[in-house]
């Protein structure tokens, strides 16, 4: 069935640097969206983007979904402590279930 | 509103018991999700309800995993017998069908069987 890349699979970075993760799917999405689950958390909903070209902004994190909707970013500017987790993809198939990509594991080093 | 809540949080039992992990979603929700997350697999989808009917259970490993959700409020996730393999911590969300507003996720079951 479908499923979405994620990559890289780790990101080490140190404090104040960005960091970026990209999803991708080799199947037109109909919408995709991000969550981030903390260290021994669970995942917590960050956003849905829905339209072709899309690009929404939360504080730090900016997220992009592509022209063609079979890709999507997630960008942190100035990473802080707090941005430790690992980010997931997901991608929304019949019948409202997600499929969830292999996540990003972000270290952030002070 | 609570959230999701899901008990127990942790759960140690021996090969071959019976094990039931339970799960409450946020009222109001109408789809609930049963989710297993180990290193090597990551995030799977065991099984969905909506409007307490299941809807897809492919994601279920054998036939010692059963789920049910009798009514909204609450659902089970049955495994009989448990084998070591099956330690993983088991997520439940729940969400309105279609909403942007994403899953809510429980804190999940930490399961360990030894």
């Known amino acids: 069935g479908q499923q979405v890349m994620q990559i890289p699979q780790y990101q080490h970075v140190q404090e104040g640097e960005d960091f970026t993760t990209y999803c991708n799917s080799s199947?037109?999405?109909?919408?995709i969206q991000w969550y981030k689950q903390r260290p021994g958390g669970h995942p917590v909903f960050l956003i849905q983007?829905?339209?072709?070209?899309e690009v929404k902004k939360q504080k730090r994190l900016t997220f992009q979904f592509g022209e063609a909707k079979k890709n999507s970013s997630l960008h942190i500017t100035a990473t802080q402590t707090t941005d430790v987790g690992t980010y997931f993809c997901?991608?929304?198939?019949?019948?409202?279930?997600?499929?969830f990509g292999e996540g990003t594991q972000l270290t952030v080093n002070p | 509103d609570a959230g999701v809540i899901q008990s127990p949080r942790h759960e140690v039992t021996e090969m071959g018991q019976e094990v039931t992990l339970r799960c409450k979603p946020i009222?109001?929700?109408?789809?609930l999700f049963w989710y297993r997350q180990t290193m090597m697999r990551g995030l799977e989808l065991l099984i969905y309800?909506?409007?307490?009917?299941?809807?897809?259970d492919s994601g279920m490993p054998e036939d010692r995993f059963s789920a049910k959700m009798p009514n909204a409020s609450f659902s089970t996730l049955k495994i009989q017998p448990s084998e070591p393999r099956d330690s993983a911590v088991y997520f439940c969300?729940?969400?309105?069908?279609?909403?942007?507003?994403?899953?809510?996720f429980g804190s999940g079951t930490r399961l360990t069987v030894v």
């Open positions: 009222s109001g929700h109408n789809s």
């Open positions: 309800f909506n409007n307490n009917v299941p809807i897809d």
């Open positions: 983007l829905v339209k072709s070209g």
């Open positions: 199947t037109t999405l109909s919408n």
């Open positions: 969300a729940s969400s309105l069908r279609g909403a942007v507003y994403g899953y809510t």
């Open positions: 997901a991608e929304e198939t019949s019948g409202s279930r997600l499929t």
